[in-house]
């Protein structure tokens, strides 16, 4: 499974806001902190808009700014605003395909690779629904000086 770098900007984003005080900030200045193309990240920027974890101020001061406080905000919530819901696996039951389909009867049960696959998915949904982006910024307020760059860079 791999994710695109849009959840990793989306995270990075969040927590910037968060350590300028809620924002609001502008897309070109959020892209500019970490050298990032600023259309991609207004793609990114307006999906977290459009999942309610952030709000848009039109104009010359206006930008982005946190819906909520971080710890309303799970990595789930992250990764589906910017991937969406879609389960990871999708069986195409390749086990009635082909000679071994032909050769077996029917199916009863439901697929155990399937089962097992959204058993996975689940487990690791629900790891992400347990981490707030609250709990990566007290991880992040241990790096000496964090806040006070990103402070220094976005206001």
């Known amino acids: 499974m791999r994710m695109s770098?849009?959840?990793e900007w989306a995270i990075h984003t969040l927590l910037n806001l968060d350590a300028v005080g809620g924002g609001p900030v502008g897309s070109g200045q959020l892209a500019d902190a970490h050298g990032l193309p600023a259309p991609y990240l207004n793609k990114q920027l307006q999906q977290l808009a459009k999942a309610g974890l952030l709000t848009s101020t039109p104009g010359p001061r206006g930008g982005f700014r946190l819906a909520r406080p971080l710890g309303d905000v799970t990595l789930l919530d992250v990764v589906e605003a910017i991937e969406g819901d879609t389960e990871l696996f999708h069986c195409a039951e390749i086990r009635c395909s082909g000679r071994i389909g032909e050769l077996s009867p029917p199916p009863t049960a439901a697929c155990a690779v399937k089962a097992a696959m959204?058993?996975?998915d689940r487990a690791w949904?629900?790891?992400l629904a347990e981490q707030s982006l609250s709990d990566l910024r007290t991880e992040l307020?241990?790096?000496p000086l964090f806040g006070n760059i990103v402070r220094a860079v976005l206001n």
């Open 125 to 127: 949904r629900q790891a």
């Open 118 to 120: 959204h058993r996975a």
């Open 5 to 7: 770098k849009g959840v």
């Open 141 to 143: 307020n241990r790096t």
